[in-house]
């Protein structure tokens, strides 16, 4: 399986960005974490292989909005109303076994190579 993201920048506070992930394969429980620097990778959302049932974050929870795009075997995450702590490498995961995707890093099988986000203030 191979997950590519897409879509950071840099973008001023208040702005937003669009990431994608691609996925290749079949159909599976997905997830976006980030990671700032010096910091553990943390969850941001995720999305089941239906596309209907999201989590989110609290500290995202209002500002970002995770889809998907089954057709296409595509994952986003609109991001929107960004603030410089929201600053980090975003990495999208695949679940295979999970139907519904968990907040929980160990439970993702497959990762992509990260897309940096950087908020300016």
């Known amino acids: 399986v191979q997950l590519q993201a897409s879509g950071g920048g840099l973008v001023q506070a208040g702005g937003s960005l669009r990431l994608s992930c691609a996925a290749s394969?079949?159909?599976?429980?997905m997830g976006w974490f980030r990671q700032a620097p010096g910091k553990e990778r943390e969850f941001v959302a995720t999305?089941?292989?239906?596309?209907?049932?999201?989590k989110y974050a609290d500290s995202v929870k209002g500002r970002f909005t995770i889809s998907r795009d089954n057709a296409k075997n595509t994952v986003y995450l609109q991001m929107s109303s960004l603030k410089p702590e929201d600053t980090a490498v975003y990495y999208c995961?695949?679940?295979?076994?999970?139907?519904?995707?968990?907040?929980?890093?160990?439970?993702?099988?497959?990762w992509g190579q990260g897309t940096q986000v950087t908020v300016s203030s």
């Open positions: 999305i089941s292989r239906s596309g209907g049932s999201t």
């Open positions: 995961a695949a679940d295979r076994d999970l139907y519904t995707g968990t907040y929980y890093k160990s439970d993702y099988d497959y």
């Open positions: 394969g079949r159909t599976y429980a």
